[in-house]
């Protein structure tokens, strides 16, 4: 009895120490974490990311190339309504490509240093590597971290991200707000490191030819010159803060008079955001005198594409004290659109059109994640204008007054509204 008794015991101590050689504490997987992303060559993955900011889910599909030192590639496509976004990271700069609409923006920015993104391996670890309060726990076949979230949209505070135990890649990511409320999920369906790519999968032109544009010719974009927009953008700058003061700010609302007004004042709205418009460089006469020009591009009219049909959208989310005050049809730098003004707490005014295909243009701005898009955040003298483009439709959102923080809430949350 004994014997059988002391068997049991070696057998038990001896599983145990089986077991513990199989783990890993967090300290052991935050060490091999540090060495995998120090030692990153490439990499390369795709899945879903499904986004819980509106009042429905949006899921889109996402693809993630890397290269060092610093070749980057992600691709966003919503399947539904057949629209492709991609961001590239290349040796001659960043660029946000909308190619079947051949737009192709170009940032001074050093991208993805100074912001990360939930789909990116490097910025995924490094949140798990800087906040000394993680919290670990091992399952079945993956390491889970909760940690703080890193990203420059302030309603994102935490995520949880699963590893998986072979190997460490990505398995899932789930980003949530201060209230434990899910915002973002990122699934990923295949991941491997050690990818070798083509040069072309970086490169600019060879992305924009990959889609059609829209007018289905499948030209390719044009390239303005750097030092074009540089020239422009001191002009610009000076303009906007000659009318601010009625863009999307007070004084452009205590001045307005009823609907009868709204006309009007859309012309100084139009005119400031023209100015810090990310598309300066398409229209040289808009540069050279954009305050004339905007005016004239501004007057209310039956703003409607070809097919007769003019789909408005509108934000869900409003901040606190905040009202919407009225809209107005107008045509901005040639194409047809809306113009909305809210009042309240914040000012703003947010125009929607729909361009044609353009031509590359330096934007002067920040990148920013809008989880479903990227968008452009310019800074005037006077106001903040944030850009961005959603299912064929541009949009500027400008205000003297509204935070940066709240300026990404409005723009996540813009729904479709109504056929005009």
């Known amino acids: 009895m004994r014997?059988?008794?002391?068997?049991?015991?070696?057998?038990?101590?001896?599983?145990?120490v089986l077991a513990a050689?199989?783990?890993?504490?967090?300290?052991?997987?935050?060490?091999?974490?540090?060495?995998v992303v120090n030692g990153l060559e490439s990499y390369q993955g795709s899945g879903t990311m499904t986004l819980h900011t509106g009042q429905q889910p949006l899921t889109y599909k996402v693809e993630v190339s890397y290269q060092k030192p610093q070749y980057y590639r992600i691709k966003l496509t919503n399947e539904e309504k057949d629209i492709t976004q991609i961001v590239l990271r290349n040796d001659d700069g960043v660029f946000v490509l909308t190619p079947r609409l051949n737009k192709v923006f170009r940032f001074q920015s050093d991208w993805p240093q100074n912001q990360g993104q939930v789909y990116l391996y490097q910025t995924l670890v490094q949140s798990i590597l800087l906040d000394n309060s993680r919290q670990f726990a091992s399952e079945e076949s993956a390491y889970v971290f909760d940690v703080m979230a890193n990203y420059n949209n302030g309603s994102l505070a935490r995520q949880k991200i699963?590893?998986?135990?072979?190997?460490?890649?990505p398995v899932h990511v789930e980003v949530s707000d201060a209230n434990a409320a899910l915002m973002v999920e990122v699934q990923f369906n295949t991941f491997e490191f050690g990818s070798k790519f083509d040069k072309s999968v970086f490169e600019t032109e060879a992305n924009m030819k990959s889609t059609p544009s829209s007018s289905g010719t499948?030209?390719?974009?044009?390239?303005?010159?750097?030092?074009?927009?540089?020239?422009?953008?001191?002009?610009?700058?000076?303009q906007a803060a000659g009318s601010s003061n009625n863009a999307g700010g007070q004084n452009d609302v205590d001045s307005s008079t009823g609907s009868s007004g709204s006309s009007s004042n859309a012309n100084t709205d139009a005119n400031s955001e023209q100015n810090t418009d990310t598309e300066q460089n398409v229209d040289s006469d808009q540069n050279t005198d954009g305050s004339s020009n905007a005016g004239e591009d501004a007057n209310e009219t039956s703003a409607l594409p070809d097919d007769g049909v003019f789909l408005t959208m509108a934000p869900t989310y409003l901040p606190e004290?905040?009202?919407?005050?009225?809209?107005?049809?107008?045509?901005?730098?040639?194409?047809?659109?809306?113009?909305?003004?809210?009042?309240?707490?914040?000012?703003?005014?947010?125009?929607?059109?729909?361009?044609?295909?353009?031509?590359?243009?330096?934007?002067?701005?920040?990148l920013v994640d809008l989880g479903f898009t990227w968008g452009e955040l310019t800074s005037g003298a006077e106001q903040q204008t944030l850009s961005w483009t959603y299912e064929g439709d541009q949009f500027r959102l400008a205000s003297a007054t509204l935070p940066e923080t709240e300026m990404i809430k409005i723009?996540?949350?813009v729904q479709s509204g109504v056929d005009k």
């Open 3 to 16: 014997r059988m008794t002391w068997a049991a015991a070696m057998i038990l101590c001896f599983s145990l």
């Open 21 to 35: 050689c199989g783990t890993k504490d967090a300290e052991s997987v935050v060490k091999d974490l540090d060495k």
């Open 162 to 169: 699963w590893l998986d135990k072979s190997s460490y890649k």
């Open 218 to 238: 499948g030209d390719q974009a044009t390239s303005a010159m750097p030092e074009d927009n540089a020239n422009n953008n001191g002009t610009d700058n000076n």
């Open 321 to 366: 004290g905040v009202v919407w005050k009225d809209s107005s049809d107008v045509e901005f730098a040639g194409n047809p659109g809306q113009l909305t003004r809210y009042t309240g707490v914040y000012d703003f005014s947010l125009i929607q059109t729909q361009p044609h295909d353009q031509a590359a243009s330096l934007v002067p701005g920040t």
């Open 411 to 413: 723009a996540q949350s």
